[in-house]
Structure formats: C-alpha cells, structure tokens
C-alpha cells in the first residue's frame, strides 16, 4: 500500500495539539495538579495516533512526541512531590531526562529548526533541580514554541502503486510505467495548500521522493519548475544520482523575490520530474501527489504588519498566518489584523513610554478613552473606531469593523493563563454577536511588579476558544488574541535594590 491521505490521523492530531496547548498554557506552578489531572486524555491521544501509524515509517514522529510530552509530565510530578516533600520525587526528574534524551533525531528527516529546538528543551532538562524548580514554565514555553511536524499521508516502507483486477482479486504491478511521488516539508510541516511564505526570504524545503519501480538505465533526476511566472520566484532542488533504491531524501531553496497584493490570486509552481539515462535518452515520469504548489506570498515590511516595534511585527505576522484565522475572508483577516496592529502599537508605547508606570490603580474608563485616542492618531484606523457600541444585549467597548476588543484593567492576578481564562467568554460573546470568528482582549496589569516585565511579544498570546457545542477535544472556531499591558512598573534601577 502506499501513500494515504488519513482523516483520522489529521483530526487525532488536531485534538492533541489542541489540547496539549490548552492544558500547557494555562499552566501554573501552583495548579501542577490540575495540569496532571489532563494527563490521561493526552497520552489517549498520543496512543491512538500510535495505533493508527503501526507499521508506517512515520510512527517514529508520534513516538518522538510522545517521548517530549511524557517528560514534561514527569517534571510535573516531580514538582509536585517536590512542593509536598515527598523525598522521593527526584526520581522522577531522573526519569524525565532518561525520557527526553531518548528522542531519536535521525529516525524521520525532522528539520534543523526543529531539533535545535528540541536540543535546547534536554538543556533545560539537564540542567533543572529543586533550586530552580520555577524554571518548569520556560521548559513548558520551550515546548510550545517548537514547529511539531503534522502528517497527512501515512507510507509502507515498499511503495509499489498496483492495479487491482477484480477478476483475480489480486493487486497486480504495471511495470510499464515509472511513477515518481513527491512529498515536500517546509517549516516542519507538510506543505499546506496555499503555503503562506514571506517575501525576499529563503526557505529551506525538505522532502522524500519515492519510485514504485526502479528507473533502469537512468542515472539522474532532475526536479524542474515549469510555471510562467518562474522570475518572481528562485527554486533550487539537487539532483538526485540514482542508486539501487526506491526512495531519495532531496533538499533545497525557495526564494520569492516580491511579495503580493493580499488580494492576488495564490500563485502556483508546477513541478516536473526529468530522468537522464547513461547514453544520453531523456524520461518524464509521471508524477503524483505534490505536482502544484500554491502559495500566498506576503510583505511582513506592508503597513498590515507595522507596529512600530521589530519583536511586535514578527507576532503579529506570525498571528496572521496562524491556522486558527485560515477560515476568515481575507478582508474580514486584515482588519482584524490592522485593530490588532494598533492596540499592539499602544501596548509597545506605553511600556517604551512609561506611560502606567507606578500606576496601582486606574479605572478602566480612563484606559478605555487612553486606547482610543491613540488608535484615532492612527492614519490607518482612526476613521473607522467605534466607541461603546451595543453588541447581544452588552456594551462593546472598541470596535472595528464589526471586530471587538475587550479592555479590562487587573490590579490583584497577574497570572496569564488565569486571566486569560477568567475574561475569555465575555468578548467571544461579543465577536459571535458580530458573526466574527475571532476577538481582542486587551487587559492593563497593575499588579505589583517584583520582576521586571517581560518584552512586549511574549504579551501577545493567541490561543483557540472553545465554543458552545464543542467538547475540549473538539477545535473550536474561534480565534482569542490576548494582549497584556505592563504597568505599575518601577525604575530600572529599583529592580536591582
């Protein structure tokens, strides 16, 4: 059997990374139980998807995950012992360092990105004990931050494309014709069709290449782009030197020199094999899979994603090419993104300003009316404010075209993932009033500040929104963005007395 598009293994997928984001998010060194507590339906997860992968080369992915998730587990419970003095909790940080450095790198073609990223979490887990048991979150956030691979097509290891004949009931081999199957990764991932890249950067494609016969009298492949408009873009694949196996790791780069209009059509590469043979003879195998490639070629340097603020840009782009917002109408995604972009400029402003500092207290009128004054000074979005609408029965208190922000000033939790849980509904009800599939939090945090805040980026959190009708191992359709402004800070210089 060959290459299958599975539906199961994209929605088991789907529901795990799902719920491994909602339960390591929201998570807290003081609620390690109820972090434990999601335990069980993670690792169901993870072993459905290992019982859906047996036999296929690419289970080893489902194991390498599991080897992460199960070693972050077991540094939960250590530091849950830890906190009630149970004296034997060190063995279970031992074997969360066995577990994670057990991840097999040269199993499946995983990207550099990807190990590095993964090389750097079993840095954390070497270096962890009860000295420095609050560096459990940075290891969590590590995780999260990794790029993990997603599988759509499950392989055997003996890929041969059959005919089945059913006067015989057999699969019978057509030897006459080589056919060639194409797999790209970019990014960690599968190439999602369209592929959202940036302009005038260079990406690194990976891929696996497999014959269903072998190409005899033939001693190299040539991958070429045949598309018209092949000068806006640079594709460089390696030859592949043809051995006496059916299958070929290839890599290379893709570079597209400008970028698109959001309102021009996806572009396409179609790609052709070429076979050259030993005395000069040329064959074109006929190709499946990946044959067009589609893509959305944005400027992450366009006034969508100019905030003011480098770190703030990156976010910011990196939210609108989030899954989570694939389903909006690319209207309806850019104005979401052009209010995003605003309130974000404000919240660099105010931290680069100063402007809340020592500030304990502010009544959420006054941060309202704050916010809105700076977004009418924005030549892209002032027009279009409006200022306490009515929205399901409730008082909206910024809106953007149809887009809602929530404005809330916080002064006893700082606690992100308990914020984040504690003012989520109200602006989802806000946003479905709308028919908007996603929604703003903006939230002032005037708690003490015993450390010095953190960059204005890592305040920019979007997380998926379940809704009603939907279980927390279903995707829900609504996209949050929370953003968390630092105030009642102290001088620099305080922070060090």
């Given at each position: 059997m060959?290459?299958?598009?599975?539906?199961?293994?994209?929605?088991?997928?789907?529901?795990?990374?799902?719920?491994i984001?909602?339960?390591f998010s929201?998570f807290?060194?003081?609620s390690v139980?109820k972090?434990?507590?999601?335990?069980?339906?993670?690792?169901?997860?993870?072993?459905?998807?290992?019982d859906?992968?047996?036999?296929?080369?690419?289970q080893?992915?489902?194991?390498?995950?599991?080897?992460l998730?199960d070693?972050?587990?077991?540094l939960?419970?250590?530091c849950?012992?830890?906190?009630?003095?149970?004296?034997a909790?060190?063995?279970?940080r031992?074997?969360?360092?066995?577990?994670?450095?057990?991840?097999?790198?040269?199993?499946f073609m995983?990207l550099e990105i990807?190990?590095d990223?993964?090389r750097d979490l079993?840095?954390?887990?070497?270096?962890?004990d009860?000295t420095?048991?609050?560096?459990?979150?940075i290891?969590i956030?590590?995780y999260?931050?990794?790029?993990h691979p997603?599988?759509a097509y499950?392989?055997?290891n003996?890929?041969?494309p059959r005919?089945?004949?059913?006067h015989?009931?057999?699969a019978?081999?057509?030897p006459?014709t080589?056919?060639v199957?194409?797999e790209?990764?970019l990014?960690?991932?599968p190439?999602?069709?369209?592929q959202v890249?940036?302009?005038?950067?260079?990406?690194?494609i990976?891929g696996?290449?497999?014959?269903?016969r072998?190409?005899?009298n033939?001693?190299?492949l040539?991958i070429?782009?045949s598309t018209?408009?092949s000068?806006?873009?640079?594709?460089?694949?390696?030859d592949?030197?043809i051995g006496?196996v059916?299958?070929?790791?290839?890599?290379?780069?893709l570079?597209?020199?400008?970028a698109q209009?959001?309102?021009d059509?996806?572009l396409s590469?179609k790609?052709?094999?070429?076979l050259?043979?030993?005395?000069?003879?040329?064959l074109?195998p006929?190709?499946?899979?990946?044959?067009?490639?589609?893509l959305?070629?944005?400027d992450?340097n366009?006034?969508?994603?100019q905030?003011?603020?480098?770190?703030i840009?990156?976010?910011?782009?990196?939210?609108y090419?989030?899954?989570?917002?694939?389903?909006m109408?690319?209207?309806?995604r850019?104005?979401f993104?052009?209010?995003?972009?605003g309130?974000t400029n404000?919240?660099?402003?105010?931290?680069?300003?100063?402007v809340?500092k020592?500030t304990?207290?502010?009544k959420?009128?006054?941060f309202?009316?704050s916010?809105?004054q700076?977004l009418m000074?924005?030549?892209?979005?002032?027009g279009?404010i409006?200022?306490?609408?009515h929205?399901a029965?409730?008082?909206?208190?910024?809106?953007y075209?149809?887009?809602v922000?929530?404005?809330?000033?916080?002064?006893?939790v700082?606690d992100r993932g308990t914020?984040?849980?504690?003012?989520?509904?109200?602006?989802?009800?806000?946003?479905?009033g709308?028919?908007k599939m996603?929604?703003i939090v903006?939230?002032l945090?005037?708690?003490?500040k015993?450390l010095?805040?953190?960059p204005?980026?890592s305040n920019?959190?979007?997380?998926?929104?379940?809704?009603?009708?939907?279980?927390?191992t279903?995707i829900g359709?609504h996209?949050?963005?929370?953003?968390f402004?630092?105030?009642n800070?102290?001088?620099?210089?305080?922070?060090s007395?």
């Amino acid at each position: 059997m060959g290459a299958l598009f599975d539906r199961d293994i994209i929605e088991a997928q789907e529901q795990l990374r799902y719920k491994i984001g909602k339960v390591f998010s929201n998570f807290a060194i003081g609620s390690v139980a109820k972090t434990l507590s999601e335990r069980k339906e993670i690792d169901r997860l993870q072993l459905r998807l290992l019982d859906l992968s047996e036999g296929k080369k690419e289970q080893v992915i489902f194991k390498n995950g599991k080897l992460l998730v199960d070693a972050i587990f077991l540094l939960c419970e250590w530091c849950q012992m830890i906190l009630k003095g149970d004296v034997a909790a060190e063995v279970k940080r031992v074997a969360a360092g066995i577990n994670i450095n057990l991840f097999e790198f040269d199993a499946f073609m995983h990207l550099e990105i990807f190990n590095d990223g993964v090389r750097d979490l079993q840095a954390f887990f070497n270096k962890i004990d009860h000295t420095s048991i609050k560096d459990l979150r940075i290891i969590i956030d590590a995780y999260l931050k990794l790029q993990h691979p997603s599988i759509a097509y499950l392989h055997s290891n003996n890929f041969i494309p059959r005919n089945y004949d059913s006067h015989t009931n057999q699969a019978a081999v057509v030897p006459e014709t080589i056919i060639v199957s194409l797999e790209f990764y970019l990014q960690d991932t599968p190439w999602a069709n369209p592929q959202v890249l940036k302009a005038k950067e260079v990406y690194i494609i990976k891929g696996v290449l497999r014959f269903n016969r072998f190409p005899e009298n033939f001693k190299e492949l040539k991958i070429l782009a045949s598309t018209t408009s092949s000068d806006i873009f640079e594709l460089n694949l390696e030859d592949i030197q043809i051995g006496d196996v059916l299958e070929y790791n290839i890599e290379g780069t893709l570079l597209f020199k400008y970028a698109q209009s959001s309102f021009d059509d996806n572009l396409s590469i179609k790609l052709v094999p070429l076979l050259l043979g030993l005395e000069k003879q040329e064959l074109q195998p006929v190709i499946i899979y990946l044959v067009k490639e589609c893509l959305k070629i944005l400027d992450q340097n366009s006034t969508l994603f100019q905030t003011g603020f480098e770190t703030i840009n990156r976010k910011v782009f990196e939210i609108y090419n989030n899954p989570l917002l694939a389903k909006m109408e690319i209207q309806d995604r850019n104005d979401f993104i052009t209010l995003l972009n605003g309130i974000t400029n404000f919240q660099g402003y105010c931290l680069q300003s100063g402007v809340y500092k020592n500030t304990a207290s502010l009544k959420e009128d006054q941060f309202r009316d704050s916010l809105i004054q700076h977004l009418m000074a924005n030549p892209l979005i002032g027009g279009s404010i409006t200022k306490e609408s009515h929205v399901a029965g409730g008082r909206v208190e910024i809106a953007y075209r149809g887009h809602v922000a929530e404005l809330k000033v916080e002064v006893s939790v700082s606690d992100r993932g308990t914020l984040m849980k504690k003012y989520s509904s109200q602006a989802v009800a806000y946003a479905s009033g709308n028919a908007k599939m996603a929604s703003i939090v903006c939230i002032l945090d005037l708690t003490a500040k015993n450390l010095p805040p953190g960059p204005p980026a890592s305040n920019v959190i979007l997380q998926p929104v379940p809704v009603h009708g939907f279980d927390d191992t279903q995707i829900g359709n609504h996209a949050q963005v929370f953003i968390f402004i630092d105030g009642n800070t102290k001088n620099p210089s305080d922070y060090s007395r």
